[in-house]
């Protein structure tokens, strides 16, 4: 199917003097892959506008990068309106990395089929027109704006406070809303009573004109909730086992949840040399630099609701069955957000922010605490891994059973040559609210697997970079083992070394660290990657991506885990719950190994991956214990 550039003429604007308005729709075999809105005005300025999300991952400045180029047009007459439901076509959310393989070559062709389109148009010619498929966009050896430094568009403002987040927003008029919540981790209201309280469905608190008396105010509620228990921590991998699911194979599914080759337990069962483990991995928090809040008014026209978050349209679906309004009676509107990491996907604090506003009768803001953002947002999927492997005499991985318990089936592939697998995905019944990760589950897998290599290597009595090296085949990621050995120098430093390496959502990569164990605490002395995600379109931008994700990796990794009892979590506070610090982050480098004519794939999520399996590796190497569970210093001071 071609792809169709249809002009929206609110009008034809240009004739009048005032501009012109492009919907650009490319489209696939399927039907359509992304719609891009352009709008070119009198002046010069071109803007785009995206359903995409600025989460501080720099998406802003990489589309204004597209259109700049395909446009041709210098990035500084660039502007970029995203995540106003009102404004912007749907397409899709901000998350799986998804802007750099699919959002990006969308919203360039499309800009290339406005810049041909806009070449020959005049005033009295046909608003839509069939564009050839074999639109061209700029070849990488022509690019004069992608594949360059520059600078986030916001980073100024961000810098110097100028930048407005939803926490900042005002509104004349507006009520500071707080809503009431159980002192369980599970709790369902059963009454509320007091002066002040606002009912709408199952949500009750209150609102007041002045923020520093909200706790005041909710204090004088009279609430009673019944609740239930948690299962204790200590229960819950148990309860997973016996909870789980068996897969059934899916390979339509973005991770299918089960992957057979040959005959693992056959292979299995006639190996000689087999090894067995299983491994653990906690709930943790995302614990964003930001509380999520939110601003809800209504009016004859319906709600409107200005937050933070990453799928404006999935959001705006769910406030809308949640009111029971047409969607098209609710306006969201996403500002630039303070960090998600795949926590605010949902639209908890819209609806909270939209139940009061409506039982008030005037607009409220609700903002959460940072104990609600620890007691009340999901976590990330608690997890137990269990593997069965067999190794050849000359130190080949033959066999291969791998069996994730509730975290998820995201990078259950090895990227290892395996002739007999089976890597299983059980879906199980867990007590806590867990949801979207960054990198999903990727995590748990790739720790579980590149820890259980490690322990094959011992096995085999091979040095761990050598026997990874054996059993790997692909081109590309054995380049980026082989490069950032060289440069961080494995095998040649008396300081305790691990390694990792891993395949996902596209991105080939390597990690290797050093560190000195200190009791029961880790000390990180330097860290060594490399990286090959195809074209590389900001290489500044891409850096910062993959030290970003292997930063926040350190922390659960080391010593994040959010601990709860039979009643609720126990550490909801930076002051309990410990993420990593400027002190925890060592020197770091970061090797990136542009593949120009290979198309690009996202990087935000997949370097965390393997940050903690390398530092257990390392550890290992240290101490000679063998750590298979996460936070890792947890391990070490038990």
Known sequence: MGNRIAVTRREWLGAAGSGLALDVAVEGADGPLLKARFEFAKDGVVTLLTGKCELGQGCRTLLAQCVAEELGVPITRVRVVMADTDRVPDDGGTFASLTTPLAVPAIRRAAAAARDALRTMTPVQALQREIPPGVKVTAPAEW????????????????????????????????????????????????????????????????????????RAAGGIRAE???????????????????????????????????????????????????????????????????????????????????????????????????????????????????????????????????????AGKPVRVEWTREEEFTRSYCRPPGVIDIRSAITNDGRIAAWDFRNYNSGAASLAAPYDIPHHRCAFYRAECPLRTG?????????????????????????????????????????????????????????????????????????????????????????????????????????GLRNQVTGAMVMGIGGALFEELRFDRKKVLNPSFSTYRVPRFTDVPPFEVILIDRREETPAGAGESPITVVAPAIGAAIFQATGKRLRGLPLEKGLAG
């Open 225 to 359: 909730w019944k609740s239930r228990d948690l299962i204790p921590a200590a229960d819950l991998y148990d309860h997973f086992r016996k909870t789980g699911i068996a897969p059934t194979a899916n390979d339509s599914a973005r991770y299918p949840p089960l992957l057979v080759k040959g005959a693992a337990e056959t292979a299995l069962a006639s190996a000689q040399r087999v090894h067995q483990a299983s491994y653990t991995i906690p709930a943790i928090a995302h614990a964003p630099l930001e509380p999520r809040a939110a601003i809800a008014s209504w009016d004859d026209k319906g709600l409107t609701i200005r937050s933070c978050g990453q799928v404006p349209f999935g959001v705006r679906k769910q406030v809308a069955a949640a009111f029971k309004l047409a969607e098209d009676r609710v306006r969201v509107v996403f500002l630039d957000t303070g960090g998600g990491f795949g926590g605010k996907h949902g639209p908890e604090v819209l609806i909270e922010a939209a139940a009061l506003a409506k039982a």
């Open 144 to 215: 004069r704006v992608l594949g360059k430094n520059v600078p986030n568009l916001n980073g100024r403002d961000i810098v110097t406070g100028a930048l407005r987040y939803a926490g900042d927003i005002k509104q004349e008029g507006v009520l500071y809303g707080r809503v009431l919540r159980p002192a369980t981790y599970h709790g369902e209201l059963s009454r509320a009573e007091g002066s002040g309280v606002l009912r709408e469905g199952a949500i009750a608190g209150v609102a007041v004109t002045d923020g520093g008396s909200l706790d």
């Open 436 to 540: 979207p990760y960054r990198s999903l589950a990727a995590v748990a897998n790739t720790f579980a697997r590149e820890t259980h290599v490690d322990e094959l290597a011992a096995l085999a009595d091979a040095d761990p970079l050598e026997f990874r090296l054996k059993n790997i085949a692909n081109p590309r990621l054995r380049e980026a083992i082989d490069r950032a050995a060289t440069r961080f120098g494995w095998g040649k430093r008396k300081a305790a070394q691990g390694v990792a390496c891993n395949v996902e959502k596209g991105g080939n990569l390597a990690l290797f660290v050093e560190l000195e164990v200190n009791g029961k605490r880790v000390r990180l002395l330097r860290m060594v990657a490399a990286f090959d995600c195809g074209a590389i379109l900001n290489p500044e």
